[in-house]
């Protein structure tokens, strides 16, 4: 779901806040998105209700991530019993003209896969953003 509706709180809205900085830190260049969904009806039927969803988008093509956009989508559990909400997960895509040419999970592995794949230092990079973004939504570290 867009980043712009799941800003329901002052806390929540800062947390968001926090991973647009950690990416816009290490790329100054790249633009983020807060509704990088449209809001036709085939779209909001994909759109997963559990997640926050960030556009990042370079000015021109990106040789290092393989992209001109990236998106990111940090997905949450909401716990029926306590009522906590946490971060299970954060996903990544790549986007040029033809359309998505890597993805990246926080499941499993840790890697990127595609047709296209970002340099290793630019991947490396995306790990350790990951790794902040679920810190800043569970307050402790993850694990690889």
Known sequence: MN???????????????????LLKAEFPEIRADLKPWTNDPETLELVDPDSVDIGFHFPGWSKSFQSRSILIQIRFYQDPISDVRRCIGVEAAGFDHRGKQWQFSTVEE?????????????????????????????GQGSRE
């Open 110 to 138: 840790w890697r990127c896969e595609g047709e296209t794949k970002p340099k290793t230092e630019s991947s490396d990079k995306l790990k350790q953003i990951c790794r902040k973004i679920m810190e800043v939504f569970n």
């Open 3 to 21: 980043a712009a509706e799941q800003a329901i709180n002052l806390e929540f809205t800062s947390k968001i806040a926090t991973v647009v900085n």
